[in-house]
């Protein structure tokens, strides 16, 4: 069984560039959620999907958007880069359809925003 | 879903049982409790979830009293190892709010 993994580990932006975080959801999960973490802070949500559909969002802007693909996998796509969008970008599969539904998560990307 | 509530930070020593409680008062029928353990720099790592009354794995035991407004997690025996961020939360079908957890620290 294959768990969570996120690419690229680490990557350095400048402020109004865009970027693409890539997500491959645990084998035989069908969702996918992404979480933003700011230093000495918890994970905040920002989005979720499933079957390829946007299934939930946080209190994100518009220029945090996302994808997922027939194989379940995802990617996160943030434009307009801030400052404050430097964080560590974590991706959680899961398998939709119980309430104990537990989401295991990668090992996260941290992007670095100068 | 609502934040829980839970201690900033705990110290301990190795070997010591670790009990760390958590507050849940907007918990909601159909919500489950959930702990999670993060090391720094790694996502958070599932340890344990529970409804009611008592689940115990092999890493942990998780205890919940009837009206389900708090829970505790138990650590046997914490090694230096241990010491990481514990998040409580409320979860329902895969949704969930992480709050700032507690950092707990683990002494020699």
């Known amino acids: 069984e294959t768990g969570v993994t996120q690419s690229p580990t680490h990557l350095i932006k400048t402020r109004g560039q865009q970027v693409t975080l890539r997500c491959s959801s645990q084998?035989?999960?069908?969702?996918v959620s992404w979480y933003q973490q700011a230093l000495g802070q918890g994970p905040q949500f920002i989005f979720q999907?499933?079957?390829?559909?946007?299934?939930g969002r946080g209190n994100f802007p518009p220029r945090f958007s996302g994808l997922q693909f027939p194989n379940y996998s995802s990617e996160l796509n943030v434009n307009a880069l801030e400052l404050d969008d430097s964080a560590l970008y974590l991706c959680?599969?899961?398998?939709?359809?119980?309430?104990?539904?537990?989401?295991?998560f990668g090992p996260g990307t941290r992007l670095t925003v100068l | 879903l609502a934040k829980t509530t839970q201690p900033i930070s705990m110290d301990s020593y190795e070997g010591q049982e670790v009990n760390i409680t958590c507050s849940h008062n907007n918990i909601a029928t159909n919500d489950y409790i959930t702990w999670y353990q993060q090391f720094p720099s790694q996502g958070p790592r599932f340890i344990i979830q529970?409804?009611?009354t008592k689940v115990t794995n092999e890493v942990a035991s998780l205890f919940i009293p009837a009206d389900r407004k708090s829970s505790t997690l138990s650590l046997p025996r914490v090694s230096l190892s241990d010491t990481a961020v514990y998040y409580c939360?409320?979860?329902?079908?895969?949704?969930?709010?992480f709050g700032d957890g507690t950092t707990l620290t683990v002494k020699p």
């Open positions: 084998s035989g999960h069908n969702t």
């Open positions: 959680a599969s899961s398998l939709a359809g119980v309430l104990t539904e537990t989401q295991y």
């Open positions: 939360l409320d979860t329902n079908a895969g949704k969930s709010t």
């Open positions: 999907y499933y079957r390829e559909e946007e299934n």
């Open positions: 529970g409804y009611k």
